[in-house]
């Protein structure tokens, strides 16, 4: 079974600083994994995926995300957190397509940003 | 390229009734996947339909169900609402089935009362 764990609901940083969010997942394939943004009353925007290309993946926004296969992990990271950043995140896991497109989601990490 | 549209963005229903919501993929895309989003339960999925033929199915109760059309465009229904089914669904649209990234819309806000 699939599973992603979001370690913190809620993170604050001030403004300028870095930005780590926590994913650890759980796949018995090698996993698909994403992170999605979502900000107030909207849908969910993709940041960016790891599909086993390569183990440091550059998304939007200037955020970035390491596959650690012996940590089974997928940290999510911003070297300096901006106002506009402020969003809940979201980081899923897909198996790779046994069951379709189905993807299974954290709990969410709430981020402010403090000026 | 237009995104994923959802129809209506707000409603409002009464215990018992049925609803039924509507999604517009992103055009050449075929696969149509449905999530329900409530601050307890979190981001679930319902269902995923590629080419009109349901792909895969969550676990919710059979007063769930969905379609999809020729043109992709696919409908969710939910009968016999209940307070419960108060949340934000959520449909994504990908190319094709599989892992690949989903494309969300801005969902459909459902109250019920």
């Known amino acids: 079974a699939q599973s992603v764990t979001q370690l913190g609901s809620h993170v604050s940083v001030s403004e300028g600083a870095l930005v780590l969010l926590r994913c650890n997942y759980s796949s018995s394939v090698p996993p698909y994994l994403f992170w999605y943004v979502q900000y107030p009353n909207q849908g969910l925007q993709l940041l960016l995926k790891y599909t086993s290309a390569a183990t440091l993946v550059k998304g939007i926004n200037g955020f970035e995300a390491e596959f650690k296969k012996s940590e089974t992990s997928f940290h999510l990271t911003k070297p300096s957190a901006h106002m506009s950043d402020a969003a809940e995140y979201f980081c899923a896991v897909s198996d790779g397509g046994s069951t379709g497109n189905q993807f299974y989601f954290g709990t969410g990490t709430s981020l402010t940003v403090i000026p | 390229k237009a995104g994923v549209t959802q129809t209506p963005r707000y409603l409002i229903k009464t215990r018992g009734q049925q609803v039924t919501l509507s999604c517009s993929p992103i055009?050449?895309?075929?696969?149509v996947s449905w999530y329900q989003q409530t601050p307890g339960q979190g981001l679930q999925f319902l269902f995923e339909y590629f080419s009109e033929t349901q792909r895969n199915k969550g676990n919710f109760p059979g007063r769930f169900s969905g379609r999809q059309f020729s043109n992709s465009r696919s409908e969710m229904n939910v009968s016999t609402l209940e307070l419960g089914d108060s949340a934000l669904y959520l449909c994504a649209s990908s190319p094709r089935t599989g892992p690949y990234e989903a494309f969300f819309g801005q969902g459909t806000r459902l109250t019920v009362v």
């Open positions: 055009s050449g895309h075929r696969s």
